[in-house]
């Protein structure tokens, strides 16, 4: 089955940074990969995602790249700020399969 | 914006007994799950459930575990006879149909084993 690896476990930036979370999957037939954030107590929030038949997105400060040659794909945000603090999963999913397999999270601490 | 919601939040529980599990997902989706994330793990698959029947579950999802549709707006999982290793957090999802649709997180339930 599919396996999804996503790196760094914690990632702490100084507001103003950009982050950058990144994930690699193994089955090539994965199309959908949606980034969720989840803050503290709250539940897990869609905040962006890709399908396989484009290489980039970006909505505001954020994006997701990727590359389905290397079956990876990455979180970028710029121009952090102290409420982006949360811990951000990937996941991916074969389309007609519905179920998604996640990452082990990303706990990102943007400091003031 | 409608929202996925869950009960109880926490559950404490004594080893060998049921649980239940209530979720009401959002008023027009069709597809609904349950995943489950034990401390520290990733967040795995449980169970997805359509037109009143699974459609596919994990291994996880043994004999111990059911899930049902009671009514038009109630998902239930129930765990018949709890063991220490299902301590967990479980979350409930839905999404609109069937494809690569975004699923729709419900805040979780925190169920202690002891």
């Known amino acids: 089955g599919e396996n999804v690896e996503q790196h760094p476990s914690t990632l702490s930036v100084q507001e103003g940074d950009s982050a950058v979370i990144k994930c690699t999957y193994s089955?090539?037939?994965?199309?959908?990969f949606p980034w969720y954030k989840q803050e503290l107590g709250k539940r897990p929030q869609l905040i962006i995602d890709?399908?396989?038949?484009?290489g980039e997105k970006k909505d505001q400060r954020i994006a997701v790249t990727l590359n389905k040659t290397a079956k990876h794909f990455s979180l970028h945000i710029t121009e952090t700020q102290p409420e982006d603090s949360a811990v951000y999963f990937c996941?991916?999913?074969?389309?007609?399969?519905?179920?998604?397999?996640f990452g082990s999270g990303t706990k990102l601490n943007v400091k003031p | 914006e409608p929202e996925v919601t869950q009960t109880p939040s926490h559950q404490v529980t004594q080893m060998g007994q049921e649980v239940i599990l209530r979720c009401v997902p959002i008023?027009?989706?069709?597809?609904f799950y349950w995943y489950r994330q034990i401390l520290g793990q990733k967040v795995e698959f449980l169970v997805s459930?359509?037109?009143?029947?699974?459609?596919?579950k994990s291994e996880i999802f043994d004999d111990q575990f059911s899930v049902e549709r009671p009514d038009g707006s109630n998902f239930t999982l129930k765990i018949r006879s709890t063991k220490l290793e299902d301590s967990a957090m479980y979350f409930c999802?839905?999404?609109?149909?069937?494809?690569?649709?975004?699923?729709?997180f419900g805040p979780g339930t925190r169920l202690l084993v002891l």
């Open positions: 999802a839905s999404s609109p149909q069937t494809g690569v649709e975004t699923q729709y």
């Open positions: 890709i399908r396989s038949n484009v």
């Open positions: 008023s027009n989706h069709l597809y």
């Open positions: 459930f359509y037109n009143n029947e699974i459609s596919e």
């Open positions: 996941a991916a999913s074969i389309s007609g399969f519905n179920k998604f397999y």
């Open positions: 089955d090539s037939a994965s199309n959908y």
